[in-house]
């Protein structure tokens, strides 16, 4: 997979979490962070969530690949 490809998905989609990224392309959470800053240094990208909707803020119950949501910033 190529930048190109990450900057399409996430332009028809909006947003995504980390693991659905994780599964459409077959690869490892590090590695699409990886490319996931590539996109955020432009400006094209943002981390809208992260986890710190937990109610309690420290509770780490969740899962990271399910509470790192991306967005594509126009």
Known sequence: MI??????YLQQRQRATLNDMVL???MDADALRGMLGKWISKGKVRLSGNGSNCSSG????CDPLLTEIYEWVD
Do not use: A, T, V
């Open 24 to 26: 459409h392309f077959h």
């Open 58 to 61: 420290n509770c780490c119950k």
């Open 3 to 8: 930048l190109s490809d990450l900057r399409g």
